[in-house]
């Protein structure tokens, strides 16, 4: 158990500290981002209760934190606008069906084919998200907005902001919450800085009687354990064709942040999450949330990053991150009913400059022209549509780029050494593209006794590429000859179903990498 809880390189105190710093976190971005989709925000904190607790003990990337998202609200607030909170419920619940019918189809191993740049204008656009959602906040319900008769009326822009004193007093608690948040970690670290704000700003308007919003003006989150549901929603054909659309956007939206966090937190940790597995545990806790009033989740970047930073690195850091949560919403209902309006606010602002990957525009001239054209492309799209539309336009474009440049290309440059070895230097990546021409170019019945293969200048990207260095191998064991095959990465080696013995191992010069392949996944 304690294996299964901890796993590889964590310990029992950093998780368990970790978890709780992640939890106090937790709460105000799960009640923000309940106001985002519009429901309660004990729907926030049900869901986040109840998907950081499953994906924690069924997940396939121990140490990721998952929960109530930005990027999932902003979709779900056109459904509870339209049709109410059940048919979010039951949404969420075919949300996780789906999901897991991905894992079960192994789809999770294509994440490791999203191109860089595609992850930046990801991050980025979802940032930008996040900040517009909170622009509601600034205005007058009920009232037309400053865009009122033009071609955006309606649009998240379009705002009746507040005036006069009630908005000057918004502006300064939100400024003085971030300016809490950036500045405490220089002195301590010892409570997360967040919290620290939404509690000095939380007195300062009840020591100042300041006349603002709290969370208790708009809804009570006042309640217990979660407790089983069935959506109270029509199961007819009707039914399905409002919930359907939006379950297909939700889980693929869901998943694409979830595995992406995952590969992000795999570079970080020098370690290796498991797609699949991922794809199923997300599924499970979506579904199980449904029936259980919560709004559904997925991985949340920036609670899992404060995770990983704070040490935690096993299961347990997710599952009792969960724990402590579970134990706020019991017990400290009513003082987060006092929480301001503006702490919350300005909690918000600091993730989005946080997830916002600001070295982009620093960036953006020196990388290729087609590398920056993606990135804002995806960003762009990310803010128009949803953010699975963005990754698949991203990848398409990315696809289109690289199928220009490389594909089918790969060269191969053949010399002989001081010792009478055929030495063959590959050059670019072997994927399902190129292993036909990587195949033509080597003759084992010309070359000399012992041939090596030198792949310091090539990446092995898919199970093809894998299969043709084993079918290659082969070959040459059957034309009789001595093969070497040099600078493969570990899990290269580990993959390869012949040719794995050949692989001579340097562990100061071999590369590191993923393939994406089902084994793995």
């Not at 199970?463 to 290269?492: N, Q, W």
């Amino acid at each position: 158990m304690s294996d299964f809880l901890l796993g590889e390189g964590a310990s029992l105190k950093n998780d368990l500290l970790s978890g709780l710093t992640v939890a106090l976190a937790l709460v105000p971005e799960a009640v923000a981002f309940a106001f985002v989709a519009g429901v309660e925000p004990l729907v926030g904190l049900y869901a986040a209760f109840l998907v950081g607790f499953i994906t924690g003990v069924l997940g396939g990337r121990p140490g990721m934190i998952s929960g109530a998202t930005g990027a999932l609200a902003v979709v779900m607030v056109s459904l509870v606008a339209l049709h109410g909170v059940e048919y979010l419920f039951i949404t969420v619940v075919l949300m996780g069906l789906l999901q897991i019918l991905a894992g079960v189809l192994r789809l999770g191993k294509f994440i490791r084919m999203v191109p860089y740049p595609v992850m930046l204008g990801f991050v980025n656009g979802l940032a930008i998200v996040i900040f517009l959602a909170q622009l509601s906040q600034f205005g007058v319900p009920g009232e037309p907005g400053w865009l009122h008769g033009t071609f955006m009326q309606g649009s998240i822009l379009d705002v009746a902001w507040l005036q006069g004193r009630e908005l000057y007093s918004l502006l300064g608690l939100v400024f003085l919450t971030m300016l809490i948040i950036h500045l405490l970690p220089r002195f301590t670290q010892a409570v997360p800085s967040s919290l620290v704000a939404i509690v000095v700003v939380s007195g300062l308007v009840l020591v100042l009687d300041i006349d603002t919003k709290i969370v208790g003006d708009v809804a009570s989150i006042e309640g217990g354990l979660p407790s089983f549901h069935i959506p109270a929603v029509p199961f007819t054909v009707d039914t399905l064709l409002i919930i359907f659309p939006y379950a297909i956007i939700l889980a693929a939206i869901g998943l694409i942040e979830s595995l992406l966090t995952m590969r992000l937190i795999d570079e970080l940790t020098e370690s290796r999450g498991r797609g699949n597995k991922e794809c199923i545990g997300q599924g499970v806790a979506n579904t199980v949330t449904g029936f259980f009033g919560g709004m559904g989740g997925c991985a949340m970047i920036g609670q899992s990053m404060i995770n990983v930073n704070s040490g935690g690195r096993g299961r347990l850091s997710s599952i009792s991150a969960a724990g402590f949560l579970l134990l706020f919403i019991l017990v400290g209902s009513q003082l987060i009913e006092q929480i301001p309006l503006a702490a919350l606010i300005g909690v918000m602002f600091i993730v989005v400059v946080g997830t916002f990957e600001w070295s982009s525009f620093r960036i953006i001239r020196k990388v290729p022209g087609t590398d920056a054209l993606i990135l804002v492309v995806v960003s762009a799209v990310t803010v128009a549509t949803d953010l699975a539309v963005a990754v698949v336009v991203g990848v398409i474009i990315s696809a289109l780029v690289f199928a220009w440049e490389h594909a089918k290309h790969i060269r191969i440059e053949a010399r002989e050494d001081h010792n009478g070895s055929t030495v063959y230097a590959v050059t670019g990546p072997l994927f399902f593209g190129s292993v036909t021409s990587f195949l033509t170019r080597f003759d084992p019945r010309a070359d000399n006794d012992d041939v090596i293969i030198d792949f310091a200048r090539s990446r092995v990207a898919d199970h093809s590429g894998l299969e043709a260095i084993d079918t290659l191998a082969d070959r040459y064991l059957a034309a009789g000859k001595t093969l070497h095959l040099v600078h493969l990465s570990d899990e290269c080696r580990r993959l390869l179903k012949r040719a794995g013995n050949l692989v001579e191992v340097n562990v100061i010069e071999d590369p590191k990498y993923f393939v994406a392949e089902d084994s793995l996944a």
